[in-house]
């Protein structure tokens, strides 16, 4: 298997071209110099760095929350190791890799019971930002009212939050919202911020060139398991506007970031095509139907320089 740390920091530069500029200008024109964020499935914590080096985020406060320790912890590396400083001692925060909540056997938590001194999670500094990492499921750490605990020293860093508005100042979900099913996101999530972005939102197509006999019978299956074997939908940012549509709320950008992989490739990208390969053959296995060799020729295509590999995304922006 490709590793899912490896993977993250690959789709990093893959999702830089890929992102929706004009998204971008508006969340920038929407967001306050020191905003109080929230990131639900921060995986290797790309996007605070990412919106720090593009100007977006000059300050304040990034809640980086990842049911995946591993991801979170080389994403706090990594930003050790390029731009931020340690802020003090580890806090007394919940999440945590080892602590009671966690299953070591496959690096999950189940968001419960990780109260306590959390080794290796103490905050950041990237700028003028303080980045903190949450060790959670996101559900089920709102529903223990821990997100709201999260916040003790906001006037610290902004004033008041003005009367009526959120928690945070903006709730970001990048490649996420596809994999959770988007009426409990919005019902479990849109409570904590006013303004949500969601970009890299996968909607439904999955495109492989020059064309193999098994496309068709794989990229069905592919999306069946989407369907049918995990949350979330094939069709991910339309199933998010409809559901924050039906919660009242407003989409204020709705723009494509699609992902488009050809030769010749950089590392980065050989190892997310890999990686989506995986994935599917995985995916498609679980449903029942082998596609090994179709996997084979795709990877045979790969290490050829002959492959093409797009996918949909979308970049939205919601607003209560
Ligand atoms: C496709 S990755 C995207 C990571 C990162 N946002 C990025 O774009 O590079 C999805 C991430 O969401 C995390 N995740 C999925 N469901 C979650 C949940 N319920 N609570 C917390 N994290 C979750 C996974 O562990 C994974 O790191």
Redesign the pocket.
Known sequence: MTD?VDY?EA??AV?DAALDREALATLSDRLPPEPVVL?????????VERLHEWGIVAGGRWVA????PE?LRSGRERLLERAATPVGEPSPRRGGDTANGSNPADG?TT?RERDGDVPGFAPVRLGAIRVEFVV??????DAEGYLSGSLPDRDDLSGSPPDGVGRFDLL?????FD??DADRAVDALGGVADLVYA??TYDGETAFSPSDPADDAVLDRYRMHMEGHRDGSPEGATALSRAFDRAGWTCIHDGPSPWRIVPPYFEAERTVVTHVIETIEDAVGRTGFDASEWAARRRRDLANEALQYEAANRDLLFRR
Do not use: H, Q, Y
Not at 136 to 141: L, T
């Open positions: 899912r993250l789709k990093r999702d990131e639900a499935g921060a995986g290797t914590v790309t996007m929350v990842d049911a995946d991801a999950t968001g959670a499921d996101v559900f089920e750490a970001v979900g990048c490649a996420f994999l959770v970009p890299i």
